[in-house]
């Protein structure tokens, strides 16, 4: 019998006003009724072409250059655009990474899961909408008929996922695409979306093929992987024995760079016995300001609460881990520490009281750095590094002339960049060196405290590691103090001396590296249970 | 700067804006040396003639060339416009970065009268301020200038206040830095750019409207060969000599082509995303 | 859409209204002329002067004379005209009725060109007609309404001998005469509007046809039309609301433009008489009808939009 999917010596080529760029190369793969096969590999591997190829959705300039890609034995490369649309939904279902944008923002959710219905099966609009209920009810939603007249606005992000994959399973197909699902929720949300992936697959017996960056995610997913590196498939297998013994480098490379809990990179931290380098007490944040409008009427000031009153030591030299979801109040705590929010309460540094953004004096501002998520925004576009360096090292009196020179060369070699990066300008940088450029300039002033505000998590896991290796190094070198918020648990936990877990604008726990897997607060648990961590 | 033009170059629509403009900026620095007569040189002989040897483009109802006149009136015209729209946008960039960076209350009083302001239609507002100042080309300039200064001062502020959010000007604050070192040297270079581009359909429109105002009387007087009067003064003789309104009309035409053309160019060659 | 963010538009208009009406009196009255001479002729006795100017309230400080005036307004009073010495209010509404006329048949007219121009240039992205609609709308937006003005008279009126070249016949007195005077008018306002227009409509559907919901939609299987009308439009038409209601400050200006060329006695028309014959009042009046024309359109415009768009929720 013919493989569901199969791919033969599949080779892609993409034209550019420089010539051809090869996308894919010899890509032979199969996936059999039932069977899952991970596709994995970091950005710009091929593994996104590879699955618009599948589909047919290939941008004008695409050369294919040789190969087969078959569906339970049909050559879709042959397929005219009309059998495409019979297929496509029908017999190949996909589902996107963000729900947020690959749901029409104007239409019903019921709406857009229905017309699959009424294209391919021949329901009445009536009909559809019925099956269409059923089908939110199979996929966990509470409330289906309520669902299904929502707009895509009025749900939540798991929610639009679950009507996403109930409408790529709605006409019961061979093959569904998933193409990294869960990237773009909340790390519990994820874990339920994963679950209900686990269910449905074992359920339909569908083959599925499951793009994503997340080895730890792929090892608990998949029957079968397949690492894909330069547009190439470099080593292909069972997961259990890719994970345990790779025979590539290029898979032993990655394997190594995928954060485990177990593996920790740091020494034991400093104890309680010391004094405190920061304290925080009772600092909390409120965004929003009463409106004419409100103010006219009486109503009472809607302001949103970032933080409410949270409480933290930070030890010196010590590696403190925040962690929890987008909108827990992670980020704000960071603002306020660095005088880009407005805050009630106290700060102290070194014993000395802030308790405004008036009180951030130079001494303070030099002691306390922040590094951001964003390396493309974080740098100015016209600006040279050699400027972005130079301006702490100006305003914090270090060095003047020659010496400034020698001192950002210096700098750039703290953080493993050649010299003549100083005339760069940060577009002609790659994201990880350009974040390495910001982790220069938060070092340059010779800070206390650093806060990492989820500095690795725009980058590939390789590039990830390296940057946590140097970020590592370099505490070890300075014994800086890190604060370092992340929603990455296995990163935390090989970094952290402490965690702090933080869940709609509280500090719901602070827990030692070590006693974090025996956690009180059960919102801590549901965080963990929801954590795949990595097979072998 | 060399890398902008390669890029601008690169879209038909740009390279084709660039040409144009230069071409026309070259008219404006030496028109008058170009011109085979005078812009007032009258000819009783020649009058009304049509496009031939002589007089390329035809003479007027004085036997004026119109070629010369309209070389002429390129600075009457084009250099007014341009004049017209950097005091906008030197105006309105101005009140723009001001309001961004004063934010709450201010930012939301300052912004609602602009929209005000803006809810008179620029040609309204041009005819009403000369009417004030009375009606002469610098008049009309001014005018111009002021009508533009609203919307210019919107877009800058909403550029100014994307620029505000990105991570570098956070950076900045967070390094204690003063409010002029965070405005004038973090945020201004990144918010010229889109400004430029704004300002360069600007000039499109400002020729437009420039000639528009001399068109109604309100802006150059005669004898000025500047372009929208010459085509009042042609309307009369129409039907006994079209090609004496067909000219100045199509320069107006074309110099407005030409940079609205080149804004767009600006627009594809500074988008990074391209 | 809540009561209070009705409140809030409400407002939002009335002070519009208010700082244009402070803008325009503000103007008009540091007018190098004296209303009083107008009335007069040059020739007037001092006494008479000072008699005239007491009973307009010019001798009073001009704060005063700006609340008299605006209580005037307020009860639709702006007072009469200085050159025909007939109350302002009903001329210039009457004139406004004509130039509502032009202007919603200039925007039907824009509507119905512009839309599938843009459809068709965005659909058929990169390729002939693309280039067609993108060039013809480079020259429409480039020219302005005197030299298309000019144009459509010198082919439509003088050449072909269609249509009359001026003039004005009331619709309700004879309908076929009255849009017959109206077609050269409508087609010069519609020029600039239409080329605007279809550009931001086919810009608008780009990037809509590049979002990740209709590369989703295509997978999904759906036909092209599908895609195209009940997934791509919608979405790509909304903003074109909002362009549309800021055009309209356009359209105002270039009707202006076009009553004059055209002689047709509407609200623009009134507006240059009044200018040139520096008849204050009817300047203010004039003025501020075509800002609260606008406001008003902006307002139905955020209306509109915020009853297609399920997203925004107004508060």
């Known amino acids: 019998m013919a493989h569901t999917l199969e791919i033969r010596d599949y080779t892609l080529d993409y034209a550019t006003p420089k010539g051809a760029v090869h996308a894919l190369e010899a890509i032979a793969l199969t996936v059999d009724r039932g069977e899952v096969l991970g596709l994995v590999g970091e950005s710009g591997s091929g593994k996104t072409s590879l699955a618009w190829a599948i589909l047919r959705y290939l941008p004008a300039n695409a050369i294919e250059r040789r190969g087969d890609i078959r569906l339970s034995g049909r050559d879709l490369r042959a397929a005219t655009p009309a059998e495409l649309g019979a297929i496509r939904g029908r017999r190949i279902g996909m589902v996107f990474q963000d729900p947020g944008t690959s749901l029409n923002p104007t239409l019903p959710l019921g709406e857009q899961l229905a017309e699959v219905l009424v294209r391919h099966r021949g329901l009445t609009r009536r009909q559809a909408w019925r099956e269409g209920e059923a089908m939110l009810a199979r996929v966990g939603l509470k409330t289906p008929a309520d669902m299904m007249r929502r707009y895509p606005h009025e749900a939540s992000g798991g929610e639009k996922q679950r009507v996403v994959i109930a409408t790529a399973f709605a006409c019961q197909p061979e093959l569904i695409v998933f193409d990294e699902p869960t990237t773009a929720l909340d790390v519990v949300t994820a874990g339920q979306i994963l679950d209900l992936f686990g269910e449905l697959q074992a359920e339909t017996a569908v083959a599925s093929l499951y793009i994503s960056h997340d080895l730890a995610l792929v090892s608990r997913v998949a029957d079968r992987v397949a690492v894909m590196h330069r547009g190439r498939i470099v080593e292909q297998g069972e997961v259990g024995s890719v994970f345990a013994d790779p025979h590539e480098d290029y898979t032993r490379h990655l394997i190594a760079a995928v954060p485990r809990p177990d593996r920790r990179l740091v020494p034991a931290g400093p104890t309680a016995a010391v004094a405190p380098l920061v304290e925080i007490r009772d600092v909390g944040v409120r965004y929003g300001r009463p409106s004419i409008v409100d103010s006219l009427l009486g109503r009472a000031a809607r302001s949103v609460v970032g933080n409410r009153a949270v409480s933290l030591t930070v030890r010196p030299g010590e590696i403190l881990g925040v962690v929890g979801e987008s909108g827990s109040g992670k980020s704000t705590l960071a603002k306020a520490l660095t005088g880009l929010n407005r805050f009630e309460g106290e700060i102290r540094l070194d014993g000395r009281r802030v308790t405004g953004i008036g009180d951030m004096d130079r001494d303070y501002r030099r002691a306390v750095q922040i590094i951001f998520q964003h390396p493309d925004s974080s740098l100015n576009p016209r600006q040279r590094i050699r400027e972005i360096l130079s301006r702490p090292l100006e305003i914090y009196g270090d060095s003047e002339g020659r010496e400034r020179a020698a001192a950002i060369t210096d700098l750039l070699a703290q953080v493993q960049l050649p010299a003549d990066y100083a005339g760069r300008f940060p577009h002609q940088l790659s994201g990880g060196e350009k974040q390495r450029v910001a982790i220069a300039r938060a070092f340059a002033s010779h800070p206390k405290l650093v806060i990492c505000d989820e500095i690795t998590s725009a980058l590939d896991v390789s590039v990830q590691a390296a940057v946590v290796d140097l970020l590592v190094e370099l505490q070890r070198r300075h014994g800086t103090a890190y604060l370092f918020i992340t929603h990455d648990l296995n990163l935390v936990r090989q970094i952290a001396h402490r965690i702090a877990v933080m869940y709609r604008g509280d500090l719901v726990e602070l827990l030692e590296a070590d006693a974090f897997d025996s956690p009180r607060h059960p919102y801590t648990r549901t965080l963990i249970d929801a954590v795949p961590t990595p097979a072998g | ?274 | 859409m809540s009561l209070a963010y009705l409140l809030k538009r409400c407002g939002l208009i009335l002070y519009t209204l208010a700082v244009v009406s402070l803008i325009v009196f503000a103007i008009t009255q540091v007018l190098p002329a004296d209303a009083a001479v107008m009335l007069l002729g040059e020739n007037a006795t001092p006494e008479a002067l000072v008699a005239v100017r007491a009973r307009l309230g010019l001798d009073a400080p001009v704060w005063v004379q700006y609340g008299h005036w605006l209580s005037g307004v307020v009860v639709g009073d702006f007072g009469v005209s200085l050159r025909t010495g007939l109350p302002v209010a009903p001329t210039m509404l009457e004139a406004l009725g004509r130039s509502l006329v032009l202007a919603g048949l200039s925007i039907a007219l824009m509507l119905v060109v512009a839309v599938p121009l843009g459809i068709i240039a965005a659909v058929r992205r990169g390729r002939l007609a693309d280039v067609a609609v993108s060039a013809v709308s480079y020259i429409g937006v480039s020219v302005p309404e005197f030299v298309t003005a000019t144009i459509v008279v010198l082919l439509l009126a003088d050449w072909a001998q269609l249509l009359p070249a001026t003039g004005y016949v009331p619709l309700t007195e004879d309908l076929g005469r009255g849009l017959a005077h109206l077609v050269l008018p409508v087609i010069t306002v519609s020029v600039i509007l239409v080329a605007h227009v279809s550009r931001m409509v086919r810009s608008e559907l780009v990037d809509v046809l590049h979002t990740d919901y209709i590369r989703a939609a295509r997978l999904k299987g759906l036909s092209d039309r599908t895609v195209l009308f009940k997934h791509g439009l919608r979405n790509a038409l909304l903003p074109t609301i909002t362009i549309v209601a800021l055009d309209v400050g356009y359209l105002l200006g270039g009707v202006i433009v076009v009553e004059e060329i055209f002689a047709l006695p509407g609200i623009g028309r009134q507006l240059i008489v009044a200018i040139q014959s520096r008849d204050l009042p009817s300047i203010q009046a004039g003025a501020l009808i075509m800002a609260a024309t606008y406001s008003l359109a902006s307002f139905l415009a955020d209306m509109a939009y915020a009853w297609l768009d399920k997203r925004i929720q107004y508060d």
């Not at chain 2, 902008?4 to 740009?14: I, N, T």
């Not at chain 2, 005078?38 to 002989?45: E, H, K």
Request: glycine share 8%; net charge positive; charged share 15%.
């Open chain 2, 1 to 274: 700067m060399t890398e902008l033009l390669a890029r601008l170059a690169r879209s038909p629509q740009g390279a084709l804006g660039l040409a144009l403009v230069a071409v026309v900026a070259a008219i404006v620095v030496a028109g008058p040396m170009l011109a085979p007569y005078g812009p007032d040189t009258m000819s009783v002989l020649t009058r009304y003639q049509s496009p031939g040897v002589g007089h390329w483009l035809g003479t007027d109802q004085y036997g004026r060339d119109i070629l010369s006149r309209l070389l002429y009136g390129a600075r009457a015209t084009v250099l007014m416009a341009l004049l017209a729209t950097a005091l906008g946008t030197l105006a309105g960039a101005c009140l723009g970065t001001t309001s961004a960076f004063l934010g709450g209350r201010a930012d939301e009083a300052i912004m609602r009268t602009v929209d005000a302001v803006m809810s008179i239609p620029s040609l309204l507002f041009a005819l009403l301020i000369v009417n004030l100042l009375g009606k002469s080309s610098l008049n009309a300039l001014v005018a111009i200038g002021i009508a533009f200064a609203p919307g210019m001062a919107r877009i800058t502020r909403s550029v100014a206040l994307a620029v505000r959010k990105q991570d570098y000007v956070s950076a900045a604050i967070a390094r204690g830095e003063s409010s002029a070192y965070v405005v004038f040297r973090e945020m201004l270079p990144n918010v010229v750019a889109p400004v430029v581009v704004e300002m360069t359909i600007r000039v499109a429109f400002a020729v437009m409207l420039f000639a528009t105002l001399s068109f109604l009387g309100l802006g150059a007087q005669p004898p000025a060969s500047e372009w929208g009067l010459m085509v009042a003064e042609a309307r009369r003789y129409m039907h006994l000599s079209p090609w004496m309104i067909l000219w100045p009309s199509l320069a107006v035409a074309l110099v407005a082509i030409a940079f609205n053309l080149l804004g767009d160019g600006l627009r594809d060659a500074l988008n990074p995303r391209t």
